[in-house]
């Protein structure tokens, strides 16, 4: 039993739940929020359960002009015997911490974290869709709520979680997707905030990602920040080639977003006897080794689409065509076996699964 309570203030004017083959990602919300105010001296207090509805913060609250704040993703799953679970939740707790740490921002205890998580979705549990591919997307954060206009640390933080069903990624299966080398914007540098979850990160991104739809590509490929040669992310997802039979990623670093479905993707491939290189590598060893027809799959790996295998890769003037444009064997084995532990239709051998 947890030793954590959350009080609860019910919704007396609860939505209608949206018609599960239109639900997108990101479009609907739940019913309930939790939140949980941190002030120096106090510490974190007063986690609670209330009416989803706009949040009363101070127009000088540091998060508006500083950007201090940290997000996380996690999704909870229905299996078909009704179970509702999460993946790797604890992952998420630690993680949040990690980013607050570079933020400044107070960690929060994981267990309690994780409790905060569950017990929201416990409330909410008749939101977790059932329709195969769809689950409930959950997105905690943190912001620095002081009203000061100083430059330092918030003294005081909101921590929100917020819950919104998901439909399936994809619609007829894995697509293979185009993607945009970046070449001049970089995403993170050395030192910077890369590893971190924080909102900044995705800002810095936009202007890239709306070049990437000029030019037909769905997401960016961002190169390192020093010599715009190493491959370093994709999207805000974590990227694989498969070269020579050995599957390549760049490794865990100040400049790169450590992924959970990156880490599970890894352990997997390990345990199926392939070998994994987490080395730095660059977009023309990329292109080098598909010239010689070394390169036979990549793709990008993270909570929302699980795995995305990529079809095409732009750089500079040149693109090149992977796999004929089609789903890969391992990238279909990856996404099989994510997917099937999350839904239940596979042992967890892994301990992966948590039940709320
Ligand atoms: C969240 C995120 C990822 C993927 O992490 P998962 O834990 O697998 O969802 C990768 N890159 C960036 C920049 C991210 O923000």
Request: proline letters at 6%.
């Amino acid at each position: 039993m947890s030793s954590f309570v959350f009080p609860v203030t019910r919704n007396d004017k609860p939505s209608a739940k949206p018609d599960p083959k239109e639900l997108g990602f990101g479009n609907y919300f739940t019913d309930h929020m939790l939140v949980m105010e941190y002030s120096e001296g106090a510490g974190w207090t007063d986690g609670r359960i209330v009416p989803y509805a706009p949040l009363a913060v101070d127009p000088a609250a540091a998060v508006f002009h500083y950007a201090q704040e940290v997000f996380e993703g996690l999704k909870a799953f229905k299996t078909k015997d009704g179970d509702i679970r999460l993946f790797r939740p604890y992952e998420n707790a630690g993680r949040s911490n990690v980013s607050s740490r570079r933020l400044c921002i107070p960690a929060i205890d994981e267990e309690l974290y994780v409790e905060a998580v569950k017990a929201l979705v416990r409330e909410d549990s008749d939101w977790v869709p059932a329709e195969p591919g769809t689950s409930l997307y959950i997105r905690p954060f943190i912001i620095a709520t002081e009203a000061f206009l100083g430059v330092r640390p918030s003294k005081d933080y909101l921590f929100c979680v917020i819950l919104s069903p998901v439909g399936s990624y994809y619609k007829e299966g894995l697509t293979p997707t185009r993607i945009y080398v970046e070449d001049e914007c970089v995403r993170s540098s050395g030192g910077g905030t890369g590893f971190a979850k924080t909102g900044a990160n995705y800002a810095v991104g936009l202007l890239s990602q709306e070049k990437a739809k000029a030019n037909g590509c769905a997401q960016v490929l961002w190169l390192d920040g020093v010599e715009r040669r190493y491959v370093e992310e994709i999207g805000t997802s974590n990227a694989f080639f498969l070269m020579d039979n050995i599957v390549y990623t760049p490794p865990a670093s100040d400049t790169i977003l450590p992924g959970i479905t990156r880490k599970s993707a890894i352990e997997l491939m390990r345990a199926w006897g392939l070998r994994v290189e987490e080395t730095r590598f660059t977009i023309e060893d990329v292109l080098d080794a598909h010239s010689k027809g070394r390169l036979t799959e990549a793709f990008a790996t993270g909570t929302a689409a699980v795995i995305s295998p990529v079809g095409e890769i732009v750089y500079k003037k040149e693109s090149i065509i992977i796999n004929n444009r089609k789903t890969g064997l391992l990238s279909l084995r990856l996404y099989e076996t994510l997917t099937g532990i999350q839904y239940g239709d596979a042992p967890d051998t892994y301990d992966w699964m948590t039940p709320i």
